[in-house]
Structures are given as C-alpha cells and as structure tokens.
C-alpha cells in the first residue's frame, strides 16, 4: 500500500473529521476511500468517452428517430 500528504483546506480537512467520527473510522480510511470512488467514477467516465469517440469515429450515431424517442420519453411540453 502506498502512503502520501494531501494538503486540504482546513474547513475541508474539519468536514472529513466530523464525517470519520460519525461513522466511526479514521480520516486516513475516508480519505482513502473518497480517493478511490473518485478514480473509479474518473475511470469509468474516460472509458465511456472514449467507446463513444471510437464509435463516432466508426460512423455509429443516433438516427433522428431514435434522437427523438429519446427527447419525447425525457421531454414534455404542455399543449
């Protein structure tokens, strides 16, 4: 495991203690476990832009149609 400084401002820092007091864990465990949703959310948000590049770079896009059905399911105007 490796270990190293983060440097947070300090009503940051305030706010990571009063969370690890409340559930009961150290501010090291919270900040590690803050780290590490963080790059898994990163991680899976840079693997979808890039399936999304390579499939616009292959000419895959939305027909109009299915655009559409997307903004009518999302989308109501008042008549």
Known sequence: MTAFTVRLP???ADKLDKLAR???R????????AIEDY???QEW???EIEAG???AEQGEFASEE????V???YVHTNP
Do not use: N
């Not at 150290?26 to 476990?33: D, G, I, K, L």
């Open 66 to 69: 299915d655009l559409a059905r």
């Open 26 to 33: 150290s501010r090291a465990y919270m900040a590690a476990e």
């Open 71 to 73: 903004v009518a399911k």
């Open 10 to 12: 300090d009503t940051t």
């Open 53 to 55: 590049l390579s499939e």
């Open 39 to 41: 790059v898994a959310r």
């Open 45 to 47: 948000q840079l693997a």
């Open 22 to 24: 409340k559930v009961d």
